[in-house]
């Protein structure tokens, strides 16, 4: 199995401020690399695909990057909607796995 | 507009039984491979199963080989998940998701394993 480690767990940040998350696989997964945002109680949404591709509707100052093995998720000015819980998610072979969480809190 | 909608979920005791459906819609369910992916309490999302668009190719998470079954019905728009020898560690929301890029995914049904 890939293993998909996600840094940090936890990040508490201010509205406005520049966010970054970092996913780092254990192997090769060329692109095939997602990012969910999820609210409590409710299913994940697709953010980003394919590492850099942004789904439809979703605000542009998200952003996704690929260095190797290690993706990085960006959002560029943090707004009082983005308070929630981020995962990546490699989708290069099955099973599919996903990085642990990373928590993002008002500080 | 796609939907996606779990149900069959409930409370079962150790070693019991349940199906879980997702019916689809909006979409040409029957072009697109399928999957479970399941959330216990508070902890992060685990893949579960895999079905191709016709059937014929499956694969199962190791913790739930040889317990779990996924099948599909493209006339009925529909996948299923027969969970059978259930554990308490099985508790937890289960979702129906399309291809990662479709960004399909369902609102989720709870499975709740106790005595």
């Known amino acids: 199995d890939i293993q998909m480690t996600q840094s940090p767990s936890t990040l508490s940040a201010s509205v406005g401020d520049r966010v970054t998350i970092t996913c780092r696989a254990g192997q090769s997964i060329s692109s095939w690399l997602a990012w969910y945002q999820q609210k409590p109680g409710k299913a994940p949404k697709l953010l980003i695909y394919k590492a850099s591709s942004l789904e439809d509707g979703v605000p542009s100052r998200f952003s996704g990057s690929r260095s190797g093995t290690e993706f990085t998720l960006t959002i560029s000015s943090l707004q009082p909607d983005d308070f929630a819980t981020f995962y990546c998610?490699?989708?290069?072979?099955?099973?599919?796995?996903f990085g642990q969480g990373t928590k993002v809190e008002i500080k | 507009e796609v939907q996606l909608v779990e149900s069959g979920g409930g409370l079962v005791q150790p070693g019991g039984s349940l199906r879980l459906s997702c019916a689809a819609s909006g979409f040409t369910f029957s072009s697109y491979e399928m999957n479970w992916v399941r959330q216990a309490p508070g902890k992060g999302l685990e893949w579960v199963s895999y079905?191709?668009?016709?059937?014929?190719?499956?694969y199962y998470a190791d913790s739930v080989k040889g317990r779990f079954t996924i099948s599909r019905d493209n006339a009925k728009n529909s996948l299923y998940l027969q969970m059978n020898s259930l554990r308490a560690e099985d508790t937890a929301v289960y979702y129906c998701a399309g291809p990662v890029a479709e960004g399909y995914w369902g609102q989720g049904t709870l499975v709740t394993v106790s005595s």
């Open positions: 998610q490699q989708y290069n072979s099955y099973p599919w796995t």
């Open positions: 079905i191709s668009s016709s059937g014929s190719t499956i």
